[in-house]
């Protein structure tokens, strides 16, 4: 893996996340707390993106099926809730998620110099 460059300091607006490039690979990243985090931009539901998804306390919301993933880790805090915004009874939740289990996005290591954002990639 190599060391790429993905955002400065200054491109990362409070409460939103920025969609980078690092070596083809799609992702994202944001400011949680005083820490700068990066994840794959690829829901594993069905591999859609999720940089228009609502971003809120360190969590992403998929903007096609609800789920949510920690911005600093990947980790899967939950699974295929909504249709395009559209709250889903439980029954509905099982058929969306097409018998997929819940699953987290890829995480990578954000490291800092001056204000620059890197990530191995």
């Excluded at 820490?35 to 998929?62: D, S, W, Y």
């Excluded at 903007?63 to 559209?86: A, L, Q, R, Y």
């Excluded at 097409?98 to 191995?120: H, R, W």
């Amino acid at each position: 893996m190599a060391k790429v460059k993905i955002a400065t300091t200054n491109d990362i607006s409070a409460g939103k996340v920025l969609k980078a490039s690092a070596n083809g690979k799609s992702v994202i990243v944001a400011k949680v707390g005083d820490k700068h985090c990066a994840i794959a931009n690829k829901c594993p539901h069905f591999g859609l993106p999720l940089a228009k998804g609502k971003f809120e306390n360190g969590v992403i919301t998929c903007p096609f099926h609800g789920s949510k993933f920690e911005v600093c880790t990947g980790k899967n805090v939950e699974w295929v809730d909504s249709f395009v915004g559209i709250p889903l009874p439980n029954v509905a939740k099982k058929m969306i998620a097409m018998g997929k289990a819940p699953t987290d996005v890829q995480s990578f290591t954000v490291t800092q110099e001056g204000n620059d954002l890197f990530i191995d990639a």
